[in-house]
């Protein structure tokens, strides 16, 4: 299933991307938890989301983490949300950042998906808060 092939320079770009946006700790977990199944899975989120759309330069990471928690809200993506809402102490979107985007959720895409993450995000942030008291 594992293509033999080097790595790209998009992916190397999307690896140092991924990690100043997810965090080393993040990002290694993923890694040591790949198998061969998913391996292909995780090169091609890293060159094609990390090394290609997250790595342009058009928008700041505090810009993109906003609109990616917004779709990921949108779209009932709930762990990538509290992935992206944890991330959020890397890319420099505040709370009230992530307050607004998740309104512009509630009107454009139904207040049940605003609802929903926004508990997600509360309950983040409270393990946010406690990790950082700690």
């Not at 292909?40 to 989120?45: G, H, K, V």
């Not at 609109?67 to 991330?87: K, S």
């Not at 207040?111 to 406690?130: C, G, L, R, S, W």
């Amino acid at each position: 299933m594992r293509e033999t092939s080097a790595p790209s320079a998009r992916y190397h770009q999307g690896m140092a991307t991924r990690r100043a946006v997810l965090g080393d700790d993040h990002v290694d977990r993923a890694e040591a938890a790949a198998s061969d199944f998913d391996r292909p899975f995780q090169e091609l989120i890293t060159e094609g989301a990390w090394g290609t759309v997250w790595s342009r330069p058009g928008l700041t990471k505090r810009e993109r983490s906003i609109v990616t928690i917004a779709l990921l809200a949108a779209l009932g993506q709930d762990e990538e949300v509290a992935m992206h809402v944890r991330a959020t102490a890397n890319t420099g979107a505040t709370r009230d950042d992530i307050c607004e985007a998740l309104l512009h959720v509630a009107i454009y895409a139904g207040v049940p998906a605003a609802n929903h993450a926004i508990k997600i995000a509360k309950k983040t942030y409270e393990q946010m808060d406690a990790e950082s008291a700690a």
